[in-house]
């Protein structure tokens, strides 16, 4: 396919994912009460083989030819990435900090009872050969582990704030939790990667240079950012080479996260945590949000759908296998991070309410067991199970908020927070609280 081919598909994408994504998460908000993600998330997987590609293969193809797919996963990564780095921005360390203790535990709770699963699992789906020919039981254990511990960070922030819970203490401490999480099954999974021949430099690097960027972002990224807001302020706007830096910025972040053998999300969204609060990160989520949520966003739910094909599990031992999997993904995660939150404080309905969110798995768990598919780690019905993992414990994150921690927060006004100029000036006025969790 040439340039101009390409160009035509993927202007045609364009049109077919905004509207598909838009629709659907209307008719998800309208009649289901799920966040627009969720629509979003369902929308990539009808558009792939599981839904369009089987009942009009033709059409699929015209409208996603095989040769236009690497340029829509640069933009699926460039989206989820600018998304995490806008989540970023609205992160209140202070709210971290007061709960850095939950969030500690709440993460890793949150991944060793799934590692424990894990351990019980994987010799039996070794027994059936869902795993590749050449896997380890070990390498087997750690894959899964990974699988069962990741938390849909994207989906969690985008959950998060559609529920108006971005700048609350639940907010502050979910992204938290999810961040360690995430991190830690990311280098899990650098760690299997590098025993399949990658070499040690690959857990090296994930273990050591992620953690460094990381340190480094938190402890001194706000100050060596600073001239920018000072640039900012003088200014009274984001001028075009200002916001040119930020750009810069962010792709060197996103880029040393992937370079560390983690994921650019985490890039983006600690030089967000980073940034120093006020005029400069206002304009920029004004400038840069928009476009970022209305097509970037779901160009990455979209690309993931086109790998997914629900149909692998065509029978009823693998739909059996398809469930004890679920299930115990669910016990493991969503208990698991409601027991450790009770343990360190937090209030029942908070620590029901951190449970289920921590248990969607959504499109992290995707890009995940992708990998895994690519590298041989898994066979494609294990693969499509554990699809169907992410697609039911993302689905059910929703509803499930809402029954365990809805009704507490309609009561006590909880989901109102203030305004960033006021976060500047140290001053508690608050916004206008919205009524009801929606």
């Not at 369009?52 to 996963?73: C, M, N, R």
């Not at 582990?145 to 907010?171: D, H, M, W, Y």
């Not at 970022?292 to 059996?320: D, E, K």
Request: aromatic fraction near 8%.
């Amino acid at each position: 396919m040439g340039l101009g081919e390409l160009s035509v598909a993927f202007f045609l994408q364009i049109f077919v994912i905004v509207a598909a994504c838009r629709a659907m998460g209307w008719v998800m908000k309208r009649f289901f009460d799920q966040p627009q993600v969720i629509g979003e998330m369902i929308a990539g997987v009808i558009l792939g083989p599981s839904l369009l590609g089987l009942l009009a293969p033709e059409i699929q193809a015209t409208i996603f030819p095989p040769d236009s797919k690497p340029v829509l996963y640069v933009c699926a990564q460039l989206g989820v990435g600018l998304y995490m780095f806008l989540v970023g921005l609205g992160f209140r360390t202070d709210h971290f900090r007061d709960n850095a203790k939950s969030a500690v535990a709440v993460s890793l709770s949150g991944m060793l009872a799934p590692f424990l699963i894990a351990v019980a699992l994987t010799p039996w789906l070794l027994d059936l050969h869902l795993f590749g020919e050449s896997v380890t039981r070990v390498q087997a254990t750690l894959f899964m582990g990974a699988c069962i511990s990741i938390t849909a960070f994207p989906v969690l922030a985008r959950i998060i704030q559609e529920r108006g819970l971005t700048k609350t203490p639940l907010g502050s401490l979910a992204l938290s939790s999810g961040a360690i999480d995430d991190a830690g099954a990311w280098t899990v999974l650098a760690i299997v990667l590098a025993s399949f021949g990658g070499g040690a430099e690959v857990a090296f690097k994930a273990v050591l240079g992620g953690g460094l960027f990381a340190a480094f972002m938190i402890l001194l990224g706000p100050r060596v950012l600073a001239p920018l807001a000072r640039w900012a302020e003088r200014e009274g706007k984001i001028t075009p080479p200002l916001l040119a830096v930020v750009v810069m910025l962010f792709g060197l972040s996103a880029w040393a996260m992937d370079a560390a053998g983690l994921h650019s999300v985490f890039g983006g969204f600690l030089l967000g945590i980073a940034m120093p609060r006020g005029l400069l990160t206002r304009e920029i989520k004004r400038q840069m949000e928009p476009f970022t949520i209305a097509l970037l966003v779901p160009m990455f739910f979209v690309f993931s759908g086109l790998n997914t094909q629900l149909t692998m599990v065509n029978s009823w031992t693998l739909a059996a296998i398809a469930g004890v999997i679920l299930l115990g993904s669910i016990a493991a995660k969503a208990l698991a991070c409601w027991a450790a939150a009770r343990a360190t404080g937090q209030d029942n309905p908070t620590a029901m309410a951190l449970g289920a969110l921590m248990n969607a798995r959504g499109l992290m768990e995707l890009i995940i067991i992708n990998i895994g598919l690519q590298k041989g780690i898994i066979g494609p019905a294990l693969f499509s199970m554990l699809v169907m993992m992410a697609i039911v414990t993302t689905l059910m994150a929703s509803p499930l908020f809402e029954i365990v921690y809805g009704k507490k927060a309609r009561a006590s006004g909880e989901l109102g927070h203030l305004n960033e100029d006021d976060e500047e000036a140290g001053s508690a006025k608050p916004e206008l609280a919205p009524t009801r969790v929606r």
